[in-house]
């Protein structure tokens, strides 16, 4: 990983470490694939720190231009999916 994850300064650790178990989550979906539940269970808890839907779409964004990877499409295949589906981005 050649890159820093979008992170905020007025974060708490624990804030901190949950937004980056998200990303790491994204990243396996496009590595190795990732459970459907681990990806919900990851993103509601990036959803508490950042409520705003405006936010989340910047850190989105900022993440995607630094890594590759569409966390937006990784959510999004996740709650569409079904329990126990392997949830894998697809590399542009």
């Known amino acids: 990983m050649d ?13 901190i470490i949950s937004v980056t178990a998200f990303y790491d989550v994204v990243e396996k979906g496009y590595e190795d694939g990732v459970e459907r539940a681990e990806v919900i269970r990851a993103y509601r808890e990036f959803k508490t720190i950042v409520p705003s839907k405006s ?38």
């Open 3 to 15: 890159y820093s994850y979008p992170l905020r300064i007025d974060w708490t650790t624990n804030e």
């Open 55 to 92: 936010e989340e779409k910047t850190l989105f964004k900022e993440f995607e231009q630094a890594s590759g990877y569409s966390s937006y499409q990784i959510v999004k295949a996740a709650q569409e999916g079904e329990d126990g589906q392997l949830i894998k981005g697809k590399q542009r």
